[in-house]
């Protein structure tokens, strides 16, 4: 492209000031934050009660997201409860197949403090790994920090069925005993999850 008049030069100047204004708060903010290796039972009270599914997945790595000295995110990788997703680089992978399954990090936080966050894991994680992740469009998520670290986008998973209560949306994996536990229902094993509801009224 050839910028020929003053207007396409004021466009050009524009364009890269507002890139330079995004780097530039990028870099303050990254400044204040600091990603390291946590115990995975700081990420309980998180995952409990603060993320959605309200239940805790598998563990092998867990990490926070620290602003000065306080926690304010926590991510957890383990073991995907699909033998076949182990699989999906190879029969021979999947030993090194992780799932990145809790991503949460406080509300009021700069917009590109999560793909920070995402990319500093990357970095202390263990090589090599193949990493998979989903995102959950019915509670809002829709993948845009994984956009943002260049993730492979694969395609949407099989569907579930879904709840609605209270103004959330849950598939039915979220749906089990520890969801029941946590929001003070009875769970009784030998019931499906519809039963289950019936069963507390």
């Known amino acids: 492209m050839i910028l020929n008049n003053n207007a396409d030069q004021d466009s050009r100047e524009s364009h890269l000031k507002t ?3 995004s780097l530039g708060q990028y870099q303050r903010s990254a400044q ?7 115990p995975k039972k700081q990420t309980y009270e998180w995952l409990l009660y603060k993320h959605y599914a309200k239940r805790i997945p598998s563990i092998n790595y867990s990490f ?3 602003r000065y000295q306080n926690l304010v995110g926590v ?3 383990g073991v995907p409860a699909s033998r076949e997703l182990q699989k999906c680089c190879g029969d021979e992978y999947p030993d090194i197949c992780f799932e990145l399954n809790r991503l949460i990090k406080n509300d009021e ?3 590109n403090v999560q793909s920070y966050f995402i990319g500093q ?3 202390l994680l263990p090589k090599p790994m193949i990493l998979v992740s989903y995102s959950d469009p019915l509670n809002g998520h829709f993948g845009y920090s994984y956009q943002a670290t260049n993730w492979y986008y694969t395609g949407r998973g099989g569907s579930d069925k879904e709840y609605s209560i209270n103004g959330h949306t849950y598939t039915s994996r979220h749906m089990n005993q520890n969801w029941f536990i946590s929001n003070n229902l009875k769970w009784d094993n030998n019931l499906g999850i519809n039963e289950n509801f019936v069963n507390n009224g």
Request: proline fraction near 5%; glycine fraction near 4%; include cysteine.
């Open 109 to 111: 936080l700069p917009k």
């Open 75 to 77: 991510c957890s990788i």
């Open 32 to 38: 204040n934050f600091r990603v390291m290796s946590i």
């Open 121 to 123: 894991v990357f970095r």
């Open 19 to 21: 890139i330079q204004e």
């Open 64 to 66: 926070g997201l620290y």
